[in-house]
């Protein structure tokens, strides 16, 4: 039998399709953490990348911190806060946010710092205070390359959240888990199946997210 | 109480080799990965319709989980070293190629007509035109490439003790010591930072020719 096999054997058979261990439940939890981590990633993210990228100042430590966030292991982190905090959410949140800080943080900080800087002389030139200049003329400049930081993190998110069924958690994860203590490979594949169409679903919504946001003039130009 | 550096004796190694045996199966993927992906870029560069379904590939090959990847790859190559390096070099495969085919593509025109006035045939002008140009670029993807792969070897810890350091992320549950995950992802991380700064190094020696200003990045 080979992967495919496998894939099909998995997804043909009606009882991965109900109940408390269906795919829709297990489906719907892996988007729920995923969603809630790159939230929060966000959140840290992308507010210390705009200012930064907006004074130009701090790229160094910026670029030392991504590589020390890239560095940590996030299984290894995962098993240390379980260690410390016991089982939960939390464990599973802090490498999952300790992962995708990075991409958004050097993106977002790159995108803001390498906008064209004679619309922006012009906006302050036209009287615009800070605030304005960065929200309105560095953003939507900035936009498409954030978006692409982001992009890249909630692929990274989608793909590690798996481990979340490591420590007793839910997720596409607890097939993967589950599979290889019950070396029940069409598990595994089915898991691993899943988690690439949901990566491929993120990659979607992120293209029809920028094409309904990112004015026609920046992507024109991008 | 024992030592923050002694380890039990179930790991079979010591840490010094532990810390060897991460870095080789951290770093020879990241080299085999280089290796196949400077052709496939050349190929992208040259025929630039295979691009687009080259980096769907690889996209939808990085978003497979390391632990899917490393239990499928069970059935092949056995609970070995193997089995962890092939995933790893996959994903390293995913960052170099579109690093350097952007990294080639970005020599001037201008620079290339001068190689051809000199006379360089296409391999010469490869090698020695089109290759020192695109290193910053390379060094870049490969610098994301390595780091990633020294953190994500400790996954292999759950097929049968492959993870290297990772493995000491399960004595440190069983035993409850949890200094031994404390050592574990600390050892990890400054391994990820100093690979991290050996390459920042071998960029800057490569390219002389480069403004040393905002050397960082």
Sequence with gaps: MNVLDFARAFFSDGAHWHGYDGIPTRFAEHVGYSLEALVIAAAIGLPVGLVTGHYGRGGNTLALIATAGRALPSFGLLVLMVIWLGLGMLPVMIPL??????????????????????????????????????????????????????????????????????????????????????????????GATLVAALALVTLAVFWAVSRLTVSPGVRRSG | MSGFFDLPSDLQHSYLGLVGLHLREALLPVLAGLIVSLPVAQLCVRFRWIYPPVLGVTTVLYAIPSLAFFVVLIDYFGQSETTVMVPLALYSLVVLVPAIVDGVRSVPPETLAAAQAMGFGPVRRYLQVQLPIAVPAIIAGLRVATVSSISLVSVGMLIGNQGALGNMLYDAQTYERSALAVNSVLTIGVLGVLADGVLVLVRLLLTPWMPRKGAGR
Excluded: N
Aim: hydrophobic letters at 50%; proline letters at 7%; zero cysteines.
């Design chain 1, 97 to 190: 946010v300790v992962l995708a800080v990075p991409p958004i943080l050097v993106t977002t900080y790159e995108a803001v710092r390498s906008v064209d800087p004679s619309p922006v002389d012009a906006a302050r030139g036209m009287g615009m205070p800070e605030a304005r200049v960065l929200f309105q003329v560095e953003l939507p400049v900035a936009l498409p390359l954030i978006y692409s930081g982001l992009r890249t993190a909630a692929i990274q998110i989608v793909s590690t959240a798996t481990i979340a069924a490591y420590v007793s958690l839910g997720g596409i994860g607890r097939y993967i888990i589950d599979g290889l203590y019950q070396k029940d490979y069409e598990k595994v594949v089915g």
